[in-house]
Structure formats: C-alpha cells, structure tokens
C-alpha cells in the first residue's frame, strides 16, 4: 500500500454555527454541506477549499458545548494541521490582514526555511498552521528538514 495523499480532516467541534463561521468566513473554505441550515439541521458540516479536489477536505461535527476542550501542553495525538493559502508573502500579509480583522489572535510566525507560516487556533483550540512555500526552494535537497526555525517578520 502507499498513501498518495492526504485526503481530508474531520473535526470534532463544540458549537457548529461558531465553526462554520470561522472556516467559511474567516479563513475562506467552500460549504458543500452546512448543518445549520434547514428545520432539522444535521450537526455536521462539510467545507472543499475553493480548488474543489475531492468530495470534501474538512468535516465539523458537533459534539456539544460540554465537550472536554484539547488538553493544554505536551499531549498525544494531534499538533497542528497545515493549510497552505498562497504562493507569496504577500498572500500571507494578507492573510494576516484577514485574521486580525477578525479578532484571531496569531500564536506564532515562523520561517522555516522552505515555509513561511502563522500559527491560530480554531474556536476550539485546534492549531492551524496557515504557510506559503517559499519560491525557488529544491524541494529535493534533504538539508531542508534540517533548516533553523526563525522568526517571521511580514
């Protein structure tokens, strides 16, 4: 067997209609299918970026406002998952615009050599790491995953 790509995340999340908001309207995702809508909405919702490359790359479903929240610190399971929103640092500059407009408030920014990236957190503390890659990289040079992690100006 080989994977040949990653091809969607399912989310558990507290308050569907806080959720939907912040993936449609705040970072830009395409509903497909929105649970909050309708006399007998479903507690899910299912979001394509706007490329449309598959039947959906993000579900939501609502598990309740007295869900146990992420554990703070060091933990098993998941760190961040990546989104990459453009090809420039003007992109991520724009970005950037976006999440402050919004009152998102941004964790961290790093260069990675081969990325630029801000960190956020969902409505629900999932860490989201919103990056560009950097132009002109040889994606084939293994020095890469050994670069210095530094700090991002924009």
Sequence with gaps: MQVKELGHLVLYVRDLATSVHFYRDVLGWRPILD?????NPMPVAAFNAPGGRTHHELLLIEVGRDAAALPPGRRVGMYHFGLKVGTSDDELREALATLRANDVTVLGASDHGMTHSLYIADPDGN???????????DWD???LMAMEIKPLRL
């Design 35 to 39: 649970g909050t809508l309708g006399p």
């Design 127 to 137: 860490e989201i790491e919103l990056y560009i890659d950097v132009p002109g990289v």
């Design 141 to 143: 040079d293994p020095a």
